[in-house]
Structures are given as structure tokens and as C-alpha cells.
T-cell receptor
């Protein structure tokens, strides 16, 4: 079993739609959690951290469920510029990256 | 401010040749990471250094791979001899071990390696 699992997608959604990505992790001792964004042929960049109480950054909302070892990312009012891969990342003593979920937003 | 700098950006070589990838971390960062990314396996940590000391090299595939960090501003990842299955994008990342945002890693643009 992979340490971090994500649906690879792609998720094809129209502009303005709401889309949610899920991620599960296997190590219950994981300490912190993140979502990174990676554009095609570019490097990953931190999108947001994920806190136990859930957190929001503009159109983006992240949730963590430690009991179920589950992380989610919700994107509201999708923009064309949101098209990218979204990597779920778990920190044990090092960062473990999921393989990413690809999002394609169309006009 | 300059981000993480990697060179070369692209490398095409023949099987059996030595390949050296270079990385300059962000000034003031004292933790450096080497990753490899492929379609099949995603982003994998190869090795990381804290204060120039290798901490975990369990991700290094085999003895053909080696990494050094002779000082705080420079690291190399060497593959000798290279094989076609080494073809991938190799990312270097750095972060600070202290202060705010210490969990945040900053990635370089990557080196796209093709071994023929």
C-alpha cells in the first residue's frame, strides 16, 4: 500500500464549478499535512497547509480527518488558471508526496 | 530573491555515461532535498541533508547514485553509470530548519534527464 494515495484523475470541470480532491495516508504518526500544486513541466509549489480544524484560503478549503487518515481539498468557483496537478503531502520525518490529482478546467 | 537554482535544466546522455546534477539552495536554508519524479512513481525523495550532513539516503536507488553537499550553498547528485531507467525529472528543494514556515520546501525548476 502506498503511504499517500490519491485519485490521479483527470477531473475535467467547467469554469465556476466546485471540485473536491481526496487523499488518504497510511502512517498514523504523520505530523503535518499540505497540498502542493504542480503545473505541467514545472516544479511543485506549496498551495496550503492543512490544519486539524480545517482551513480556508480564498476559494480553497482544506480539511483533515486524523481518525480516518483522510485529507481533502475543495476548490470553489474554478478558474481556468486552476488547471494543474494537486499533490497531497504528508510529513512524517520527511515529506511524502502523493502522485497527484490532475485538474483540467474548461471554458 | 533567487530561488533554488538547478543546472543543467536539460541533460541528454547515453547509457553508461556519468551524469552530474547541481543545486544551489536558497541562501540561509540549511536543509536540502533531492527528489526524482516519473509518471509511474510520482515524486520520490532520494536523499536529504541537514546542515550539509546527509540524514536519510534510503531513497537512493542503488550504488550508481551518490550525492554530496560540500558546503551550505552547493550540492551535487551524480549517477555513474547512467541507465535508461534513470530518465526522469530531478528536483532539488531547500528549506529552513528554524523559524516560521520551516515545513515549507521550495523547489528548484528541475533537471530533465534523458538517458538513451
Amino acid at each position: 500500500r502506498k503511504e499517500v494515495e490519491q485519485d490521479p484523475g483527470p477531473f475535467n470541470v467547467p469554469e465556476g464549478a466546485t471540485v473536491a480532491f481526496n487523499c488518504t495516508y497510511s502512517n498514523s504518526a504523520s505530523q503535518s499535512f499540505f497540498w502542493y500544486r504542480q503545473d505541467c513541466r514545472k516544479e511543485p509549489k506549496l498551495l496550503m497547509s492543512v490544519y486539524s480544524s480545517g482551513n480556508e484560503d480564498g476559494r480553497f478549503t482544506a480539511q483533515l480527518n486524523r481518525a480516518s487518515q483522510y485529507i481533502s481539498l475543495l476548490i470553489r468557483d474554478s478558474k481556468l488558471s486552476d488547471s494543474a496537478s494537486y499533490l497531497c503531502v504528508v510529513n512524517t520525518d520527511k515529506l511524502i508526496f502523493g502522485t497527484g490529482t490532475r485538474l483540467q478546467v474548461f471554458p | 530573491d533567487a530561488g533554488v537554482i538547478q543546472s543543467p535544466r536539460h541533460e541528454v546522455t547515453e547509457m553508461g555515461q556519468e551524469v552530474t546534477l547541481r543545486c544551489k539552495p536558497i541562501s540561509g536554508h540549511n536543509s536540502l532535498f533531492w527528489y526524482r519524479q516519473t509518471m509511474m512513481r510520482g515524486l520520490e525523495l532520494l536523499i536529504y541533508f541537514n546542515n550539509n550532513v546527509p540524514i536519510d539516503d534510503s531513497g537512493m536507488p542503488e550504488d550508481r547514485f551518490s550525492a554530496k553537499m560540500p558546503n551550505a550553498s552547493f550540492s551535487t547528485l551524480k549517477i555513474q553509470p547512467s541507465e535508461p531507467r534513470d530518465s526522469a525529472v530531478y528536483f532539488c528543494a531547500s528549506k529552513s530548519l528554524t523559524g516560521t514556515g520551516q515545513d515549507t520546501q521550495y523547489f528548484g525548476p528541475g533537471t530533465r534527464l534523458t538517458v538513451l
